[in-house]
């Protein structure tokens, strides 16, 4: 069966440290990867999406960045951390057959908050 | 574009009250539908899935028919509990399966 890890599972950082959040999915090929942020009591907001190695789509303009070493393995980073960058970081994946049908999995998390 | 909105929250029900959420969207050819639920500081789960217009997805005494006319997916539940308390969110999939939530809607039940 398929399994989705982050970590760290929380996280306290200074304001202009940098940010390295690592996500891995486990039994499946080529998933498609998505990074998400939830803000205290709001909803997701799509942060990256890939659709293989390499191949990252980004949906809002931001001090962050994400990379894809390896077909399942996402990583979220910062050079320099926001104050505005606290939140609950979530990662998913979904299986690439089957179009726009299929669902996301979630990870279980990582909550950051920049001091 | 794509775009997912449901009720504000929070809900506030008695145990075994029957609970509605509502959901609609706008969406440009034709999505899947989606309801996930989080429990407090967990990721989603997801809840249950329509794929097409007048579908309907159930799991765990939850249910919601894809209403094209009315581009709705309203979740329902018969009898809800203590248990059910979380946050309810509902979306839609686009290009690349990007997903589009709704902003969630709490639910507290009370016994």
């Known amino acids: 069966s398929q399994t989705i890890h982050q970590w760290p599972a929380t996280l306290v950082q200074p304001v202009g440290s940098p940010l390295s959040l690592e996500c891995t999915v486990e039994g499946t090929s080529n998933p498609n990867l998505y990074w998400y942020r939830q803000a205290a009591g709001r909803g997701l907001q799509l942060l990256f999406y890939?659709?293989?190695?390499?191949?990252i789509s980004s949906e809002v303009p931001q001090n962050l960045s994400a990379s894809r070493p390896q077909d399942r393995q996402f990583i979220l980073s910062s050079k320099k951390l926001l104050l505005s960058d606290s939140g609950f970081y979530l990662c998913?994946?979904?299986?690439?057959?089957?179009?726009?049908?299929?669902?996301?999995?979630f990870g279980p998390g990582t909550r950051l908050t920049v001091l | 574009g794509n775009s997912v909105t449901q009720m504000e929250g929070p809900v506030t029900l008695s145990e075994e009250a029957f609970l509605t959420i509502n959901c609609t969207y706008t969406a440009t050819g034709y999505p899947s539908l989606f309801w996930y639920v989080q429990y407090p500081g967990e990721g989603l789960q997801l809840l249950l899935k329509?794929?097409?217009?007048?579908d309907k997805g159930s799991n765990k005494g939850f249910e919601a028919t894809y209403r094209k006319e009315t581009t709705s997916f309203h979740l329902e539940k018969g009898s809800v509990q203590v248990s059910d308390s979380a946050v309810y969110f509902c979306?839609?999939?686009?290009?690349?399966?990007?997903?589009?939530f709704g902003s969630g809607t709490k639910l507290n039940v009370k016994p």
């Open positions: 890939s659709v293989g190695i390499g191949q």
């Open positions: 329509a794929t097409k217009a007048d």
């Open positions: 979306a839609l999939s686009g290009n690349f399966n990007k997903f589009y």
């Open positions: 998913a994946w979904s299986a690439t057959l089957g179009g726009s049908h299929n669902e996301q999995f």
